[in-house]
């Protein structure tokens, strides 16, 4: 029996140590058609491609293709079935040519042996005089802009006879005239009868290009819209549900007179944000809300020295200063508590001890010589406070759980006398109990003077923490709340502003 | 000391001792005062070159061009002191800052930069070694001073000289990396220096100060050998890179960083040492040598992997 849908994603449950990705999600894809995937950040929808895609299989549930039941172990399978994916992150070999990545792994062959380079350039040629004639075939890829890089990793995309494209996020660094080119490219692929799964941020493009819209949430699918009808606001109720609205203690909160403790003005740095303007008060956590790749973490880090922004000036406690290295941040007793806590936050190969007392070493010395016996004292004091759970100092931080790991590196900071936190995904990976012991600890902190910056995409650790909260997209503030006015909805509307 | 127990440096030192006991049975010769005395005198070179070695090692990155920096601080010492008449004590000095200068070179380059280690010391390493020979046309320098020869022949009691410098100086860094701030900075920069960076840690000083040491080091190991052959001899040190290596490997350095001690480079220094004067007390060809020293390389990392895979299982 032939199906009337190219592709059937039926029942599909996708469970990690810990989490339920994916619970019971289908999904229908009919031939020629353009159907969206939208919803929060961490509702499911990068796994979901992953198992259409056969980089992860699911626990249970089944895959169609044309009515016939398959499976799909591996990307190769899916390329062979006919299905094309351009991930988010482009993986694309800088030092080689254009051609070169197009046909990676999939050279043709003279002989079996040889590389059959006429076969080669011709398949090239068509494949760019169907996405865009400007591309030439040996060029660097080093050397091309962002947009064509984009387009050379689309091309790989559809190299084989593909009759599904998945696309992920194709748009977060086009420019407008970019993009039309990229829905164009989009458009007459389709009209040649071929499907596209689009998964998007960006409603008001969803909106226009799509023919079905999916929703998920928490790994649901809660919705399945029709883009003629449905508003960007309906997209949006759907995407954060009729859930309970937030609860938070803060409802009469004022920051009229409290001291402000920093103040960044005007910070710019190409492309990743511009004319940042904020200030932070004393005793406050300030929640930062916005999209991935809205530009926060870049935000962070120069702020702290980690970068240089290009123009804009930063005023800790009243001083007009501008940090150069983190060194100098820390001086100022600023701290960033990076999100990626494996790559950039902890030394893994190193003690608890150590991990915690990096930048405070100097503290515990005489004639530089440290003393290890009241350094082991004070960092047995920071593991009972904080409930770090080790089974002694020089155990290495690699064996913590992320949750211990963070407490620790929470320690590193308190330690070393810092004022200012800026906390970047400050739970994300950590399990329900530790991050509740965070949270808890962030707001002593704050009662007790400390100022923090908190930037999450998580919009209820965002809402429960926060005394205000601005929001962030494409690397400039588009607006900013009193956790007493703010709600999910509120903020989602701000973040998806152009 | 329990913590000392069940690191990789006690399981070197087990394999080192056994080593040791298998010579002293089938051999009469080892275990005689002058045959441990050669032994000891033989490795102390190498050993301070590998002091250097580890600690640029330690911050995740190579210097090959010890030897050469060896080399030409032997050269240049030897000349002050044939032409100019500087004395012994002076000598020790400049060797020590003319080595902290060419280290320095390699600092800069690597560290601000950020070219590859790897690279900078290689050609750095062609440089000092192709400047050996512009200055001495490959001929040694000769006449050297005779209080000179106490520094390379001397002994002190039954130890050589050189010995006490290369336990001096084992005791020195082993001490300043476990317990200054500059020595735990070293292993934070090995072990992530994006969070070294994020951590306050100026990464670039850290990387210009190990390359500085590991210059010094080299210098004035070179200036031992130099007074220990009685000669500015060209090729001092040439053979020195990758035994320097090669004992920081064996005694449990990583190559990536972060990871590694003193005292384990002391103990793989000690190893190759007492194999090579093994081979030669078992009348085994000596052509064998490289032969085993490159095998105990392979075990060693071996039995460290196989240690590491046990330990994530617990």
């Not at chain 1, 895959?63 to 016939?68: A, R």
């Not at chain 1, 449905?230 to 609205?245: F, L, Q």
């Not at chain 2, 001792?17 to 032994?39: D, E």
């Not at chain 2, 100060?209 to 052959?229: E, I, P």
Request: hydrophobic share 45%; charged share 20%; proline share 3%.
């Amino acid at each position: 029996m032939k199906s009337s849908y190219i592709f059937e994603v039926k029942n599909i449950t996708k469970e990690f140590p810990g989490v339920r990705a994916l619970d019971n999600v289908t999904l229908y894809i009919r031939p020629g058609e353009i159907h969206s995937i939208i919803g929060e950040n961490g509702a499911g929808k990068s796994t979901l491609m992953n198992i259409i895609y056969g980089i992860l299989q699911p626990t249970s549930g089944e895959l169609f293709f044309n009515g016939e039941k398959i499976t799909i172990d591996s990307p190769k399978k899916a390329q062979k079935l006919g299905i094309g994916f351009m991930p988010q992150e482009l993986n694309l070999v800088p030092q080689l040519s254009v051609e070169e990545n197009i046909l990676l792994g999939h050279y043709p062959l003279r002989r079996k042996v040889f590389l059959d380079k006429k076969e080669q350039r011709r398949i090239v040629s068509d494949l760019l005089a169907r996405i865009d004639p400007h591309i030439k075939a040996d060029t660097i890829v080093r050397d091309l802009s962002a947009a064509h890089k984009q387009l050379v990793q689309l091309a790989r995309a559809i190299l084989f006879d593909t009759k599904i494209l998945i696309l992920d996020e194709p748009t977060s660094s086009l420019t407008s005239d970019e993009i039309e080119h990229l829905f164009d490219i989009i458009e007459s692929f389709r009209k040649a009868g071929n499907s596209v799964i689009y998964i998007s941020h960006k409603l008001n493009e969803v909106q226009r290009l799509s023919d079905t819209i999916t929703v998920l949430r928490d790994g649901h699918n809660v919705a399945t819209l029709d883009p003629k009808t449905a508003t960007v606001e309906d997209m949006i109720s759907n995407m954060i549900g009729r859930k309970a609205e937030y609860k938070n203690e803060k409802r009469d909160y004022s920051y009229k007179d409290k001291k402000v403790v920093l103040s960044v003005k005007d910070f710019s740095r190409k492309k990743e944000f511009q004319k940042i303007n904020f200030d932070l008060y004393e005793g406050e956590i300030l929640g930062i809300a916005g999209l991935v790749g809205s530009g926060r973490t870049e935000l962070a880090k120069a702020i702290y020295g980690y970068t240089v922004p290009d123009s804009g000036t930063l005023l800790v406690e009243g001083k007009k200063t501008i940090n150069k290295h983190p060194q100098e941040a820390i001086k100022k007793y600023l701290a960033y508590v990076p999100e990626e806590r494996r790559q950039e936050g902890i030394f893994p190969i190193l003690t608890v001890t150590e991990n915690i007392a990096l930048p405070s070493l100097n503290k515990f010395c005489k004639y530089q010589i440290i003393n290890k016996k009241s350094l082991r004292k004070v960092i047995d004091e920071y593991i009972s406070k904080l409930k770090i759970k080790v089974q002694s100092q020089d155990e290495k931080i690699a064996h913590l759980s992320g949750g211990n790991q963070q407490k620790a590196i929470l320690s590193r900071w308190l330690l070393s006398g810092s004022r200012i936190l800026i906390l970047d995904e400050p739970t994300r990976g950590i399990d329900v109990n530790a991050k509740a012991e965070i949270h808890d600890l962030l707001r002593t902190l704050a009662a007790s003077g400390l100022s923090i910056i908190v930037i999450s995409s998580e919009m209820e650790e965002i809402l429960s923490l926060s005394d205000r909260i601005i929001v962030m997209n494409e690397g400039e503030i588009k607006g900013e709340l009193l956790a007493s006015s703010a709600s999910q909805e509120n903020i989602l509307k701000l973040a998806f502003k152009h | 000391m329990k913590k000392f127990i069940k690191t990789k440096e006690m399981s070197m030192f087990i394999a080192l001792a056994i080593l040791c006991l298998i010579m002293t049975v089938s051999t009469s010769t080892f275990m005689t005062p002058y045959n441990i005395g050669i032994i000891a005198r033989q490795i102390s070179f190498i050993a301070i070159v590998a002091i250097g070695q580890t600690i640029v090692l330690l911050t995740g990155g190579i210097d090959l061009s010890v030897g050469s920096i060896a080399g030409l601080s032997g050269i240049l010492c030897s000349l002050l002191m044939t032409k100019m008449h500087v004395d012994t004590l002076s000598i020790i000095f400049i060797s020590l800052v003319l080595g902290i200068i060419l280290g320095c070179v390699n600092g800069i380059l690597i560290g601000r930069l950020k070219l590859n280690a790897f690279i900078v010391t290689l050609a750095m390493g062609e440089i000092y070694g192709g400047l050996i020979l512009v200055i001495t046309r490959g001929y040694p320098i000769l006449d050297l001073p005779e209080s000179f020869a106490f520094l390379g022949q001397g002994m002190i009691g039954l130890v050589p000289v050189p010995v006490i410098f290369m336990l001096v100086i084992t005791v020195v860094i082993a001490y300043i990396l476990e317990n200054t701030p500059f020595g735990r900075n070293i292993y934070a920069v090995g072990g992530n220096s994006v969070a070294a960076k994020l951590a306050g840690i100026k990464v670039e000083n850290v990387t210009l100060y190990v390359y500085m040491l590991s210059g010094m080091f080299a210098s004035f190991s070179g200036l031992l050998l130099t007074s220990r052959m009685n000669a500015g001899q060209p090729t001092i040190g040439s053979s020195w890179v990758m035994p320097s290596v090669t004992a920081a490997i064996i005694g449990g350095t990583s190559l990536s960083g972060g990871e590694g001690t003193i005292i384990g480079t002391i103990i793989g220094a000690a190893f190759m040492g007492v194999l090579a004067n093994g081979i030669v007390l078992l009348n085994i060809s000596s052509y064998w040598e490289r032969v085993i020293t490159g095998a105990v390389v392979i075990i060693a990392v071996v039995i460290d992997l196989l240690r590491k895979i046990r330990s994530q299982k617990e």
